[in-house]
């Protein structure tokens, strides 16, 4: 009883002035702050991904200009929406919109490469047969001196809700090429997907992932770097021909059509990233990291 009376006498004692300064010098514990920053195959960002190694990259917030060289693509008719990340531009079929852009050498000179982007497209059927009425752009690489170009993405005809086709075609040398297909793919009409094409030239090799899965692999019809000859203008939303006036030898198609829905965090680098890399690239984006 004697030690708590002067314990208790000892801390009356104290003066109120130095008990508020001793507490005045703690913070309230926070445990968000004591989370450990999430990583994924040792990245923290989408930023340290291969930085070197990006030549082009447009994040459509609010702009149309590709990041990387400050250039705009030229507008026809898109808008601006809600995104995967911050805003994405809008396209629509009943406008016939799309985007293209004159790109450089850092695209144009492409040996080994990997573009990415994140898209959600709305489903289409205006004649009511469960199909969307003709193949929809999605990235492209132009040649003007021909019917395809020298990179043409799109969703193939006949594509429905429940099972769409994704074809890439690739043309090296103006004349060999490789055709990729992703076929009976379940959800593409439903929501925010991301679609990523690599190309290796050390090993000649093709693969293609839809959020990070890899669904296709191709070999390539030619051997070692890429060669793009006589390239135009990158196309979005749209394949070559069917732009106004229509790039290539032939005209615009009545089997063709337009994409409508948004396109996000396009990128574009001059190498092919690794399986890891590209799983990072779509988890960091989706965490908007």
């Given at each position: 009883m004697k030690n708590k009376f002067h314990i208790t006498l000892g801390l009356k004692a104290v003066p109120m002035m130095v008990i508020l300064l001793l507490t005045g010098c703690y913070e309230k514990f926070d445990p968000e702050s004591y989370k450990p920053e999430f990583t994924i195959?040792?990245?923290?960002?989408?930023?340290?991904?291969?930085?070197?190694n990006l030549?082009?990259?447009?994040?459509?917030?609010?702009?149309?200009?590709?990041?990387?060289?400050?250039?705009?693509?030229?507008?026809s008719g898109t808008t601006f929406t809600g995104g995967f990340k911050g805003q994405a531009v809008n396209m629509s079929v009943a406008?016939?919109?799309?985007?293209?852009?004159?790109?450089?050498?850092?695209?144009?000179?492409?040996?080994?490469?990997?573009?990415?982007?994140?898209?959600n497209p709305t489903f289409i059927d205006a004649n009511a047969d469960n199909g969307i009425d003709g193949i929809l752009g999605l990235v492209n690489l132009s040649n003007p001196a021909?019917?395809?170009?020298?990179?043409?993405?799109?969703v193939e005809n006949g594509s429905n809700k429940n099972a769409a086709k994704i074809v890439a075609h690739i043309v090296s040398d103006g004349n060999k090429e490789t055709w990729m297909n992703v076929s009976n793919?379940?959800?593409?009409?439903?929501?925010?997907t991301n679609h990523t094409l690599t190309y290796n030239a050390t090993t000649s090799k093709f693969n293609y992932y839809?959020?990070?899965?890899?669904?296709?692999?191709?070999?390539?019809?030619?051997?070692?770097?890429?060669?793009?000859?006589?390239?135009?203008?990158?196309?979005?939303?749209?394949?070559?021909?069917?732009?106004?006036?229509?790039?290539?030898?032939?005209?615009?198609?009545?089997?063709?059509?337009?994409?409508?829905?948004?396109m996000d965090e396009v990128r574009i680098y001059d190498t092919a990233l690794t399986a890891e890399e590209i799983t990072a690239l779509v988890v960091l984006q989706g965490k908007g990291k």
């Open positions: 195959s040792g990245f923290t960002a989408v930023d340290q991904i291969a930085t070197d030549v082009a990259y447009w994040s459509f917030d609010g702009t149309l200009a590709e990041d990387v060289s400050g250039a705009e693509a030229d507008n406008n016939k919109t799309y985007l293209t852009y004159d790109a450089g050498t850092e695209i144009t000179g492409l040996k080994s490469f990997t573009i990415s982007f994140w898209v021909g019917f395809w170009g020298n990179l043409d993405w799109f793919f379940k959800g593409l009409f439903d929501g925010w839809i959020n990070a899965s890899m669904l296709s692999e191709a070999t390539a019809g030619w051997t070692g770097d890429t060669n793009f000859t006589g390239s135009g203008p990158m196309v979005f939303g749209c394949v070559q021909f069917q732009t106004t006036p229509s790039i290539g030898c032939c005209g615009h198609q009545d089997w063709a059509s337009y994409l409508t829905g948004s």
